[in-house]
């Protein structure tokens, strides 16, 4: 949830950190660029596709307390055992090996023989088969299709990554959002006191929209000095694909009315950098109170909103 913010209920009317580290070896297989042939990435920058085959040398390059892949600078102890240098200031200076001070020797052999290497991406097992240069392989992976998506969820920092199918799973049974059929919505979003929430987050609606889904998102927070609230929708998908979609979102009443027409975000920018970058409905609480009616002493907010396809 937003900071000093809290979770709240809305009413739903829809059409639709020192210790002793272990040493630990993993194997792992790199690829025999003799056998590789080139193809498209499965991300940024150019990969190529093949088999690859096992490579002593790239077992070496492991780090032997996180197992993560080592990249410059490499450290060695007086013995020659490697680390990472994520690793080196967490065992405090100590070889997790043989003990000995680590002090600040570089492995500059290894880190020139892992020039000549080609790996494999580490969303391999999630369909990405393309190999690049070894120092090549991390700018990839920060921008490959495969990655990962993190959990959509705003009302908790919550730490579950997986593709779209296991997000959608994990949105209905762990966080019980609401998940709606259809293009169009109507929701009610009501809040006693509202004087009183400086910052908060509103339940999480998810719409299956043209086989896609997308996140309805509310939240209250300061822009500048003002206390606003904030619609915005996000898309289930990398950016090229929610730019194929448009949205509206529309609040009002008493003859009056506030229009959004945007472009739904993907779920790889976070709703904080969504909303932090204004590219929603932004309603200030004088005028969402306006709208409530009555003595403006609750929120009672209708925003009605749709979703359609660019042709």
Same mark, same amino acid.
């Given at each position: 949830?937003?900071?000093?913010?809290? @979770? *709240?209920?809305? $009413?739903? !009317? =829809?059409?639709?950190?020192?210790?002793? &580290?272990?040493?630990?070896?993993?194997?792992?297989?790199?690829?025999?660029?003799?056998?590789?042939?080139?193809?498209?990435?499965?991300?940024?920058?150019?990969?190529?596709?093949?088999?690859?085959?096992?490579?002593?040398?790239?077992?070496?390059?492991?780090?032997?307390?996180?197992?993560?892949?080592?990249?410059?600078?490499?450290?060695?102890?007086?013995?020659?055992?490697?680390?990472?240098?994520?690793?080196?200031?967490?065992?405090?200076?100590?070889?997790?090996?043989?003990?000995?001070?680590?002090?600040?020797?570089?492995?500059? @052999? *290894?880190?020139? $023989?892992? !020039? =000549?290497?080609?790996?494999?991406?580490? &969303?391999?097992?999630?369909?990405?088969?393309?190999?690049?240069?070894?120092?090549?392989?991390?700018?990839?992976?920060?921008?490959?299709?495969?990655?990962?998506?993190?959990?959509?969820?705003?009302?908790?920092?919550?730490?579950?990554?997986?593709?779209?199918?296991?997000?959608?799973?994990?949105?209905?049974?762990?966080?019980?959002?609401?998940?709606?059929?259809?293009?169009?919505?109507?929701?009610?979003?009501?809040?006693?006191?509202?004087?009183?929430?400086?910052?908060?987050?509103?339940?999480?609606?998810?719409?299956?929209?043209?086989?896609?889904?997308?996140?309805?998102?509310?939240?209250?927070?300061?822009?500048?000095?003002?206390?606003?609230?904030?619609?915005?929708?996000?898309?289930?998908?990398?950016?090229?694909?929610?730019?194929?979609?448009?949205?509206?979102?529309?609040?009002?009443?008493?003859?009056?009315?506030?229009?959004?027409?945007?472009?739904?975000?993907?779920?790889?920018?976070?709703?904080?950098?969504?909303?932090?970058?204004?590219?929603?409905?932004?309603?200030?609480?004088?005028?969402?109170?306006?709208?409530?009616?009555?003595?403006?002493?609750?929120?009672?907010?209708?925003?009605?909103?749709?979703?359609?396809?660019?042709?």
């Amino acid at each position: 949830m937003a900071p000093g913010g809290s @979770a *709240l209920k809305e $009413v739903l !009317e =829809s059409n639709s950190t020192g210790m002793d &580290y272990e040493v630990k070896t993993t194997k792992v297989e790199v690829n025999n660029s003799n056998n590789s042939k080139s193809t498209k990435s499965g991300g940024a920058g150019t990969g190529k596709y093949g088999m690859h085959s096992n490579n002593g040398v790239y077992e070496l390059l492991e780090c032997p307390v996180c197992t993560n892949l080592m990249y410059p600078p490499i450290h060695q102890c007086p013995n020659g055992h490697t680390l990472c240098s994520n690793c080196k200031a967490r065992v405090q200076n100590t070889c997790p090996t043989c003990r000995y001070e680590l002090g600040n020797i570089r492995c500059l @052999a *290894l880190e020139k $023989v892992a !020039e =000549s290497l080609e790996v494999p991406c580490r &969303y391999q097992s999630l369909g990405c088969h393309d190999i690049f240069p070894y120092y090549s392989k991390l700018k990839h992976e920060q921008h490959c299709r495969f990655r990962p998506y993190a959990c959509p969820y705003a009302g908790s920092e919550c730490s579950v990554t997986g593709d779209i199918t296991t997000l959608v799973v994990h949105l209905k049974d762990d966080h019980k959002v609401d998940m709606h059929d259809g293009c169009t919505f109507n929701h009610r979003y009501v809040k006693s006191n509202p004087h009183e929430v400086e910052n908060a987050t509103w339940m999480l609606t998810v719409f299956n929209c043209f086989g896609r889904q997308f996140c309805l998102h509310f939240e209250a927070f300061q822009l500048g000095m003002a206390p606003v609230y904030m619609a915005f929708l996000r898309f289930m998908g990398d950016e090229h694909e929610a730019k194929k979609f448009s949205y509206s979102l529309e609040v009002g009443a008493h003859g009056r009315k506030l229009t959004w027409q945007g472009i739904p975000r993907s779920i790889r920018d976070s709703h904080r950098k969504v909303r932090d970058s204004q590219d929603g409905l932004i309603i200030p609480r004088n005028l969402a109170l306006y709208f409530s009616g009555g003595d403006r002493q609750e929120l009672k907010l209708r925003v009605t909103g749709r979703i359609w396809k660019e042709e």
